[in-house]
């Protein structure tokens, strides 16, 4: 059964926007902490941003200023908005859906998961 399904990955010049989303076919994230997520080949998968139910964000440092993260409305969507994309940012994006409104960082701390969009930056 899928959970979540993230949308909007793509390949780019480094320098270029890109906007994923994430849905959850039978849920409703009003209640949840969100985040997105990256695993780039070889690597552990990596924080990358997270919004509580109240809307407070949380950023890793290398895509502060570049991503935002946000909740749609109603509240069955959640987005990532990443701008002045560089190599380093390619990787597998995934949305996660943690239930309690409070965000956390870790990747243990997520109990849904979607099945990933490829994003590639290209120099």
């Known amino acids: 059964q899928v959970e979540l399904v993230e949308s909007g990955g793509g390949s780019v010049q480094a320098g270029g926007s890109l906007s994923l989303s994430c849905v959850g076919p039978?849920?409703?994230?009003?209640?949840?902490?969100m985040g997105w997520f990256r695993q780039a080949p070889g690597m552990e998968r990596e924080f990358v941003a997270a919004?509580?139910?109240?809307?407070?964000?949380n950023y890793t440092d290398s895509v502060k200023d570049r991503f935002t993260i946000s909740r749609g409305d109603p509240q069955s969507t959640i987005y990532l908005q990443m701008n002045n994309l560089k190599p380093e940012d390619t990787a597998v994006y995934y949305c996660?859906?943690?239930?309690?409104?409070?965000?956390?960082?870790?990747?243990?701390?997520?109990?849904?998961w979607g099945q990933g969009t490829q994003v590639t930056v290209s120099s």
């Open positions: 996660a859906a943690r239930r309690s409104p409070i965000l956390r960082i870790a990747v243990g701390q997520y109990d849904l």
């Open positions: 039978d849920i409703t994230f009003i209640n949840y902490a």
């Open positions: 919004i509580s139910r109240a809307g407070v964000t």
